[in-house]
């Protein structure tokens, strides 16, 4: 099974300041035959389902804002929020489609400081 | 408006079983592989089974295979979680998820419905 780490486990960030999570796989996800990495990011708020962010690493879902960005690719990838916002306290997942079983990091809280 | 409303949760005594609903509307159904997830109390997400569009393909995870069976209606646009044996580390919330077009990522979530087994 592929494992996904993501780091840090919790952060705090300023309104308006940018956040960073990352997330390593312990195998590549990168299709070498479409140039595509199978890595897939979620946002999930409190009492909430999940809900898709980015795919294919750095494909911003449609309604998306723009400030989020997905990067990496390989074994290591990165979720970028420009200019954290308030709607934005969550916690944040990462996810593989590569293979089966397709497996989630442990997941990243995010909060205001 | 794409919707999914899963049903059916419950407590549920250790070595029990239950099957679990996802009734679907806004997308035409039969043309989209589906998928559960689960959550824990206080947990992260974990992929517990997947299905084709048409039924004939299924995937599950290790911890649940042999033990759960997906299925699906499409005649009635509904996903299916059979439960059997069921473990105290089953109990979770149970998301059901439509796969997007391209590959196997997850573009709409219902609610969950809470399983608990319990004695």
């Known amino acids: 099974d592929i494992v996904m780490t993501q780091s840090p486990d919790s952060l705090a960030v300023s309104l308006g300041e940018r956040a960073t999570i990352n997330c390593k796989s312990s195998q590549s996800l990168l299709y070498r035959s479409t140039n595509k990495n199978s890595l897939a990011w979620y946002r999930q708020k409190p009492g909430q389902p999940p809900k898709l962010l980015i795919y294919?690493?750095?494909t911003r879902e449609s309604g998306v804002p723009d400030r989020f960005s997905g990067s990496g690719s390989g074994t290591d990838f990165t979720l970028s929020i420009s200019s954290l916002q308030a709607e934005d306290v969550a916690v944040y997942y990462c996810q593989q489609y590569y293979s089966t079983p397709w497996t989630f990091g442990q997941g990243t809280k995010v909060e205001i400081k | 408006e794409v919707q999914l409303l899963e049903s059916g949760g419950d407590l549920v005594q250790p070595g029990g079983s239950l099957r679990l609903s996802c009734a679907a509307s806004?997308?035409?159904?039969?043309?989209?592989?589906m998928t559960w997830v689960r959550q824990a109390p206080g947990k992260g997400l974990e992929w517990v089974s997947a299905?084709?569009?048409?039924?004939?393909?299924?995937y599950y995870a290790d911890s649940v295979r042999g033990r759960f069976t997906i299925s699906r209606d499409n005649s009635k646009n509904t996903l299916y979680l059979h439960m059997i044996s069921l473990r105290a580390e089953d109990t979770a919330v149970y998301f059901c998820a439509k796969k997007k077009a391209d590959d196997y990522f997850f573009d709409y979530w219902g609610q969950g419905t809470l399983v608990t087994v319990s004695s």
């Open positions: 299905i084709s569009r048409s039924g004939g393909t299924t």
């Open positions: 294919w690493a750095s």
């Open positions: 806004g997308f035409t159904f039969s043309t989209y592989a």
